[in-house]
């Protein structure tokens, strides 16, 4: 987890605007910094541990929706000297991951503005391509792991790890909380993505060409009063100000009262002493 300082700076209870949306496609959570909160927690070993095993200094790695790059630069430090490269459809997102990198002192790193489907990369020049929590949210994903595949070298891995919202598990069974499952499965397809993407990662990269392709699974659970007040609290306000608000009630899949009633249901699991919240995960390493 994060320090406590990130994890439990005060919520605001006070409605405010959703983020504005954008065309349907554009990344689903948008940027608020309530989703970014959550981003920034993660690193290769609570997102990408199925992936150590195969890192090896020198390597040349491409880690595609790379966000605010705290998984990019913990992969440059396992693989330094070699070059790491992290890619997103995001400038904003990019200025921020470069920061990081500079703050963190971390050298073998660079960030771009980049599109999954025409990666500006030679074919054949990336040892690893790594990609987390960011399928799911691609209209064509069968078509992004083909462009992946002509950037990979011989004897290369593609590592993708990404959420299934249909098998989510949470504990009490708050009717908001069942509301708010619903809702995000139905307006995250809306949004052209794939919620249970990952039980479908190991058929999208069969079907994009790769016929070595090993799956697992691993889970995030969320159930310390810590990590219950920092996931609901970040939770409660997205449902009401971030950009899967504003997609929500533009899908009709709930009112301005149902995302109230989820920020409430959000914020009670929190203070509950028997919370328990369990997001599993689907995992491949593809081998060219």
Excluded: K
């Excluded at 470069?98 to 990369?121: M, P, Q, S």
């Excluded at 139905?186 to 794939?194: A, D, K, L, P």
């Amino acid at each position: 987890m994060t320090d406590d300082t990130d994890r439990q700076q005060p919520v605001s209870t006070e409605q405010a605007p959703p983020e504005p949306s954008t065309a349907r496609g554009a990344y689903l959570h948008g940027h608020h910094e309530s989703v970014l909160r959550s981003h920034t927690w993660r690193t290769v070993a609570n997102s990408a541990a199925y992936l150590v095993p195969e890192l090896g200094a020198g390597q040349r790695v491409l880690d595609v929706g790379c966000g605010p790059g705290t998984i990019t630069v913990d992969l440059a430090r396992r693989v330094a000297p070699g070059e790491v490269i992290g890619i997103d459809a995001s400038a904003d997102i990019v200025r921020q991951a470069e920061g990081l990198a500079f703050d963190e002192g971390v050298h073998n790193v660079r960030f771009r503005v980049g599109d999954v489907y025409a990666i500006d990369l030679p074919d054949a020049s990336v040892d690893v391509v790594h990609a987390h929590q960011f399928m799911q949210h691609l209209s064509d994903p069968v078509s992004a792991m083909r462009e992946i595949r002509r950037v990979l070298r011989p004897g290369g891995v593609f590592a993708a790890r990404d959420v299934d919202y249909g098998g989510v598990m949470v504990y009490p069974a708050l009717p908001g909380l069942t509301a708010w499952q619903r809702v995000y499965r139905q307006v995250h397809r809306w949004n052209g993505g794939e919620p249970d993407a990952g039980r479908h990662l190991t058929a999208w990269a069969r079907a994009a060409g790769f016929t070595d392709v090993r799956s697992s699974a691993s889970i995030w659970c969320f159930a310390t009063d810590v990590e219950r007040e920092w996931w609901g609290q970040s939770w409660a306000v997205r449902a009401l100000e971030s950009r899967f608000a504003a997609h929500a009630i533009e899908a009709d899949a709930a009112t301005l009262a149902d995302l109230h009633e989820m920020a409430h249901a959000w914020r009670e699991w929190a203070g509950h002493p028997d919370g328990w919240f369990g997001m599993p995960h689907g995992e491949i390493l593809a081998r060219l």
